[in-house]
């Protein structure tokens, strides 16, 4: 038998780093966290090299004092508890007394630490955990940790790391999550001697969210607050518009500590489940504040996940505010047809376009005793001059000086100015051809407009800003409650139906809007919201099936459907003992009849035995009545005015009529000013 022998300290503080200190990002969460637990409101991290090289965290926090600050480096020393009871009472970020031991390790640390009370700091220097050096030093209050050659006397564990850039981005991303956990804390964050980003420390989380994830998404939050008995939430949730194809702008913070929960995650996203198309998640931004005793932290040595005592009812709860809260919104997509990107390019472009004008508003007035500019040479081939051109050219003169004085807006496109899509001197056309020796007058006539009088230069540059004025137009976004709904009973009575276009969608007209309604989504909407009535109401009928269908269950799908048997019988199913785990289904909702009954009964029971457990009747009625939707009205199908009508109509009567149970928009809008802006009667 092999012997058996006690493993020396060192050796063990390295299998410990192994478990704490994975990558650069490790270092940096545990000592920022121990910054914020040590009371800091500012703090500043700086890394080079991805943090393989140097990391270095400053807080202004309380510090150590000089006769703690080598304990603090033994492994399980700390601060934060003293027995096992505590860990059912814990409110700091950290608890175990592992961190700062296992960084020492596997790098070379230095600390720099002053306490309120004390005249000097401490400079403290350990190397793969061997104490180096431990000597007084002026210093201001707080306290500096400087991590150097992380793996230095590891490597194998350095060998997997990856490169600079890519340890980098998961510092950054650390980082923006410590910056959203703690709004009241001023972060700052270099990167290589460049400051990455930084915080003010005001409280303001939504000032964050602008700071790190740009104008953009900030200006699509909705606010969410939500409270129950030990648990409150508070944040933004982002517009159905704000989607992503991951769950990486999910973010959930449990007592100021930045979690990853599957519970919570699932919980979001059913609450937005009307809202999004299937493979979309939302971005979302909440702080669950909870008393420490319902929840446990001691869950994994990363402390990002944590379990709550009441699971089912964290999730139903969760769902149910988020639900609420996007029913309070109108959310009707507003299509922009110009490119945001231009848009924007376009704003940027606007003062020096307006500066050029008054610029050359100026220009006009200098020009009035101007000395009239000599023709240009024209560069077509002569044209021979006859006794009738030089006639009628005579004629066109006379006729000219008979014409009115031009107005304002003659006198706008007569003095030169640009617009866009236009160019300064446009080549005449053929008809506009002259003889190169016109007379005198008319000559000087054809080459320079009539200079403008002063007055009229300063009227026309002020026509120019009320222009500009006029057609600014603030940035496309999300209809609100307060802009008035569309989808009303006083709004229907202004719709004037102008028809459908590809056998698949309705124009309306309303006010100076144009919606544009999928006839497959409403009515499939329509369709679910009844059906989901009738089985809250037990008023599905059923249809019976000869001869029945046999599920072969597993064991825990037989216990599941004993376990909400009550459940099915109230939708309409009937089902009876086959036999050891099999079953026999002798009857279905009418509704459901035809749409391969059994994947569907089988794909409830799959839902049922996930983890947090979703088998209330609500999820259950939802996800049958959007499998029975299949009977509503198709896409590239024709439908009657009238039937178009009764369909608004059911619309109008719906919570939220503004998604099918897919999550696909049942209507957007397109402004006049936008279609105005395609043809080019604004410009």
């Not at 240009?376 to 009115?404: F, I, M, Q």
């Not at 190169?436 to 006539?445: C, T």
Request: glycine share 6%; proline share 6%.
């Amino acid at each position: 038998m092999a012997e058996i022998r006690l493993l020396d300290s060192n050796t063990i503080d390295k299998i410990a780093a192994g478990e704490v200190v994975e990558r650069p990002s490790s270092v940096v969460k545990e000592l920022v966290e121990n910054a914020m637990d040590a009371g800091a409101d500012a703090i500043t991290v700086e890394i080079r090299d991805g943090g393989c090289s140097f990391i270095r965290v400053t807080d202004n926090g309380d510090g150590i004092e000089k006769e703690q600050i080598r304990k603090a480096f033994f492994r399980h020393a700390t601060s934060k508890i003293s027995t096992a009871e505590d860990l059912y009472h814990i409110h700091s970020l950290g608890f175990r007394g592992e961190a700062l031991s296992s960084i020492a390790a596997v790098s070379m640390v230095e600390l720099i630490t002053k306490t309120k009370d004390s005249l000097t700091g401490i400079h403290y220097r350990l190397d793969g955990g061997v104490e180096k050096e431990f000597s007084e030093i002026g210093a201001p209050e707080g306290t500096t940790m400087i991590a150097r050659e992380l793996f230095f006397n590891t490597p194998v564990r350095k060998k997997f790391l990856k490169t600079p850039a890519t340890e980098g981005s998961y510092v950054s991303d650390l980082m923006e999550h410590m910056a959203l956990s703690r709004p009241d804390v001023a972060f700052q964050f270099m990167v290589n001697g460049n400051v990455r980003f930084h915080t003010s420390g005001n409280g303001d989380l939504k000032e964050i969210i602008y700071r790190i994830y740009g104008r953009e998404i900030a200006g699509q939050l909705l606010p969410f607050t939500a409270q129950m008995e030990g648990l409150s939430i508070d944040g933004f949730l982002g517009s159905p518009s704000v989607v992503r194809s991951n769950r990486n702008f999910e973010f959930f913070f449990v007592n100021g500590r930045y979690i990853r929960s599957p519970l919570l995650s699932k919980g979001l996203e059913a609450g937005y489940k009307a809202w999004l198309m299937q493979h979309k998640f939302p971005f979302a931004l909440l702080h669950l504040t909870s008393d420490p005793e319902n929840i446990d932290v001691n869950v994994h040595p990363s402390k990002m996940e944590v379990r709550f005592s009441d699971q089912p009812g964290v999730y139903a709860f969760l769902e149910e505010q988020v639900r609420q809260t996007l029913h309070r919104r109108e959310m009707i997509p507003d299509v922009k047809l110009d490119d945001p990107a231009a848009g924007r390019k376009k704003e940027q472009a606007a003062p020096k376009e307006q500066n050029a004008k008054v610029e050359q508003a100026k220009k006009e007035e200098r020009k009035e005793t101007a000395v009239p500019p000599m023709p240009p040479v024209a560069s077509r081939k002569p044209v021979p001059v006859t006794d009738e051109g030089r006639k009628a050219e005579s004629e066109k003169t006379a006729e000219e000086n008979r014409k009115p004085a031009a107005g304002p807006v003659e006198e706008k496109k007569r003095s030169g100015e640009e617009r866009p899509g236009q160019t300064k001197e446009p080549a005449p056309g053929p008809e506009k051809e002259v003889s190169p020796n016109p007379e005198p007058a008319a000559r000087e006539k054809k080459e320079k407009p009539e200079a403008p009088q002063p007055f009229e230069t300063a009227r026309r540059s002020r026509l120019l800003q009320e222009e500009e004025a006029q057609y600014t137009v603030s940035e496309a976004k999300q209809m609100e409650l307060f802009d008035g709904k569309l989808l009303s009973e006083e709004a229907a009575k202004s719709y004037q139906i102008i028809g459908q276009v590809f056998d698949t969608y309705w124009l309306v007209q309303y006010e100076d809007r144009l919606l544009i309604i999928d006839q497959h989504a409403a009515h499939e909407k329509v369709k679910y919201e009844a059906l989901v009535k009738k089985l809250r109401e037990g008023q599905v009928d059923s249809q019976n099936l000869a001869p029945p269908m046999i599920l072969n269950l597993s064991a825990m799908e037989a216990h599941t459907l004993q376990e909400y048997g009550d459940y099915f019988a109230r939708m309409g199913f009937e089902i009876e003992d086959f036999g050891g785990n099999a079953v026999a289904v002798r009857a279905v909702p009418c509704d459901l009849y035809g749409h391969y009954e059994k994947d569907f009964l089988q794909g409830i029971l799959d839902e049922l035995e996930e983890e947090p457990p979703r088998g209330t009747p609500a999820i259950i009625a939802e996800k049958l009545a959007s499998m029975a939707c299949k009977s509503a009205v198709k896409g590239n199908m024709r439908i009657s005015t009238k039937e178009m009508e009764a369909l608004l109509d059911q619309l109008l009567s719906l919570e939220n009529p503004y998604h099918c149970p897919h999550g696909r928009p049942t209507i957007i809008t397109m402004s006049k000013y936008e279609l105005e802006k395609k043809f080019k009667r604004i410009v």
